[in-house]
């Protein structure tokens, strides 16, 4: 049984920084890749960054990119998501996900950990 677990969620200010975590564990499947999305109130969830599991390629979205740093610790099976010069509208649910090789989605979901940006 894949598991997926988000940490580092917490409350920020604006222009702050935060470092979210996703450990994967339980797996006997190979991933293609991994990726954080995010959920805000009364939204649609959106992709925000994702790394490739053969050659750690990565893609940032363009709300993100420059500010959003994916990377990943293969010993520790983690991967993390630094997150700079944070907005008010960074603010959601942050979730992690990986997709299967051979799949064109993502099949395993974390449970979520949430960003809140206040002064």
């Known amino acids: 049984q894949v598991q997926l677990a988000e940490s580092g969620g917490d409350l920020v200010q604006p222009g702050g920084s935060l470092r979210l975590s996703c450990a994967a564990s339980?797996?006997?499947?190979?991933?293609?890749?991994i990726g954080w999305f995010r959920q805000a109130p009364g939204k649609e969830r959106e992709g925000v960054s994702c790394?490739?599991?053969?050659?750690?390629?990565?893609r940032h979205s363009a709300s993100v990119k420059g500010r959003f740093t994916i990377s990943r610790n293969r010993a520790l099976n983690t991967v993390y998501l630094q997150m700079s010069s944070l907005k008010p509208e960074d603010a959601a649910v942050y979730y992690c996900?990986?997709?299967?090789?051979?799949?064109?989605?993502?099949?395993?979901w974390g449970q979520g950990t949430q960003v809140t940006i206040a002064s």
């Open positions: 339980g797996f006997a499947v190979d991933f293609s890749k």
């Open positions: 996900a990986a997709q299967a090789v051979g799949s064109a989605d993502y099949n395993y």
């Open positions: 790394i490739s599991s053969s050659d750690a390629t990565t």
